[in-house]
């Protein structure tokens, strides 16, 4: 499936192959992306999902409005105390599948939001 967002600024995701996200050329299966930058990841299974494991995107300036993070195939709750965590850095958490985080981050970097993602392969 390939998605036109043009007119955001920054890493553009405009489609998906096979597990992962199409991004300004290249292919990622796992996905941290910001305004400035996007880069692979190889996320730990969600329950174990932890602050570190965001270090990239937290330490963003100015820091990120909230975190869109794709759960992979299906909407799944991130640990509770990431949440708490990152409520306490004052980020908010979004989580929804990655499907639905990719076509968010398409809409809301056209809208110039200063966010963060996390995306889960698709499986």
Known sequence: MEMN???????????????GFKVDGGVYEGLLITPARAD????PPLEALGEDDLAALLTLDPRPEFLLL??????????????QALGA???????????????????????????AGALYPLD
């Open 5 to 19: 967002r043009r007119g955001a600024e920054g890493p553009v995701i405009s489609g998906f192959s096979g597990r």
């Open 89 to 115: 850095r004052g980020i908010g958490l979004e989580a929804m599948d990655s499907r639905a985080a990719a076509r968010a981050w398409g809409v809301l970097r056209a809208e110039l939001r200063w966010i």
């Open 70 to 83: 794709g759960t992979g195939s299906a909407m799944r709750r991130p640990p509770v105390a990431l949440v």
């Open 40 to 43: 692979g990841w190889a996320p």
